[in-house]
């Protein structure tokens, strides 16, 4: 059974701090792998994207990162803003019929000003 | 604005109460698939479609059916409902290995 796994389960960190997310998945064959912001009692943004091709995508001050043969996925927030509390959701989405998505429990962040 | 829409955003339904979830997306997205979110649990799939007339079952999908008459909509039925289905649902919708766009979410409270 496929499996996501986000780390730390929450984050507090001070406004201009860069942070990183840590996401881990188990199925070998993932198709892509995208990154989610919720804030509260609101939909899923995506923010980012990964192919299974890829290494990496980037938009603004954020950097996502896809490392197939460990597992992992990060995110990286560079020079947080206190706009960027929300929880941070990782799906994994894979080759199976479907592309359905796997995810992880995510990671809430709040970021101090 | 094209997109997923989702009706109604909230609901309160009594036990054994039927009611359906509505869902269009307008991007002519092959797939759509419908999810819960509980409390520290993530999102679960319920069902999903890859097209038109094609409809399987997720992870969660007892208590619930779906329907994919057309490209652009996948309703989601409670047939009859528990207090075990009160979460917030989401329906999404992709093209492809493209990413998934998702509706803003349905808030379903079963008493």
């Known amino acids: 059974k496929q499996e996501v796994t986000q780390i730390p389960a929450a984050l507090s960190v001070p406004e201009g701090e860069n942070l990183v997310l840590n996401c881990s998945f188990t199925?070998?064959?993932?198709?892509?792998l995208q990154w989610f912001r919720q804030d509260p009692g609101k939909g899923l943004t995506s923010l980012l994207l990964?192919?299974?091709?890829?290494r990496e995508q980037t938009s603004g001050r954020l950097n996502a990162s896809l490392d197939k043969s460990s597992g992992r996925s990060t995110l990286y927030i560079a020079a947080s803003q206190p706009g960027d509390s929300a929880t941070y959701l990782c799906a994994e989405g894979g080759l199976e019929y479907g592309n359905k998505l796997v995810f992880g429990a995510g990671t809430i962040l709040r970021v101090k000003s | 604005n094209a997109g997923v829409t989702q009706t109604p955003k909230f609901q309160v339904l009594k036990t054994g109460q039927s009611m359906t979830l509505q869902c269009a997306q307008d991007m002519n997205h092959e797939y759509m698939s419908w999810y819960r979110q509980d409390p520290g649990m993530g999102l679960r799939l319920i069902h999903y479609?890859?097209?038109?007339?094609?409809?399987d079952q997720g992870e969660v999908p007892n208590g619930y059916n779906v329907s994919r008459s057309t490209t652009e909509d996948f309703p989601l039925r409670l047939l009859s409902a528990a207090p075990s289905q009160t979460s917030v649902y989401f329906c999404?919708?992709?093209?492809?290995?493209?990413?998934?766009?998702f509706g803003s979410g349905t808030r379903l409270t079963v008493v």
């Open positions: 199925d070998s064959a993932i198709y892509n």
């Open positions: 999404a919708s992709s093209q492809g290995g493209n990413g998934y766009t």
């Open positions: 479609s890859v097209g038109a007339g094609i409809t």
């Open positions: 990964i192919q299974s091709s890829q």
